[in-house]
């Protein structure tokens, strides 16, 4: 099946340690994007990606850091600078002018 | 600064009655506009766009209507069932601009369709 592909769907990490946010998809789209949500702030634009090894920040993207080495692939990683990590982060590829969303990674710092 | 805004966080609409959700927008640039649904715990799914050369678009039970002097979008939802009750949001691109790309979301409104 075509579809975006987010791992883990849960994640833990101790306070002050990266960690990295997989996202795949299988669709043959262009444009990759991440969004975080927290409640009541809908979603927010964090890093996408146009093109291989381009990508452009978004409006939250301090204490991020991405890649795009693979047009399938699109990794986050989330830094000890993220004041606030804890937050549900969704991946979505774009090819034309619809987003589809893969389903989520819920981080927990603590 | 805030350019999508959903200023309704919440709404409860009977079952079988009509739902709107609306959505004000800042920037004049925007011109693709779109309307995704969200559960709890999982990723939006799309439901129905507009251009602005359109002001409105159909699809079954949903429409959308874009007023662009007002800079406002309405998304209808007739009827209302409580399949729908979840979190919708409204997003917005700029497509004659170099950031065709970016797209930007507002805060979301709960729907609830109750019995």
């Known amino acids: 099946d075509g579809g975006i592909t987010q791992s883990p769907k849960y994640l833990f990490r101790k306070e002050g340690q990266n960690v990295t946010l997989s996202c795949e998809q299988n669709l043959n789209h262009d444009a990759m994007y991440w969004y975080r949500q927290d409640p009541g702030q809908g979603l927010r634009l964090i890093y996408y990606s146009q093109i291989v090894n381009d990508f452009q920040k978004g409006d939250i993207a301090e204490g991020y850091s991405v890649s795009r080495e693979k047009k399938e692939s699109f990794p986050l990683t989330v830094t000890s600078a993220q004041k606030n990590p804890t937050a549900f982060y969704l991946c979505?590829?774009?090819?034309?002018?619809?987003?589809?969303f893969g389903q989520g990674t819920r981080l927990t710092v603590v | 600064d805030q350019q999508v805004k959903q200023n309704s966080p919440s709404l409860s609409v009977q079952e079988g009655r009509i739902s709107i959700l609306n959505c004000d927008y800042t920037?004049?640039?925007?011109?693709?506009f779109l309307w995704y649904k969200k559960y709890p715990a999982e990723g939006p799914t799309f439901l129905i766009s507009i251009s602005s050369i359109k002001d409105k678009n159909e699809d079954g039970r949903f429409t959308v209507f874009l007023n662009k002097s007002a800079k406002h979008l309405s998304l209808h939802i007739v009827p209302s069932q409580p399949g729908d009750s979840a979190v919708y949001f409204c997003a917005a691109s700029a497509m004659r601009t170099g950031t065709a790309s970016k797209l930007t979301f507002g805060t979301g409104t709960r729907l609830q369709v109750t019995l």
């Open positions: 979505a590829s774009r090819r034309g002018l619809v987003a589809f």
């Open positions: 920037n004049s640039m925007f011109d693709y």
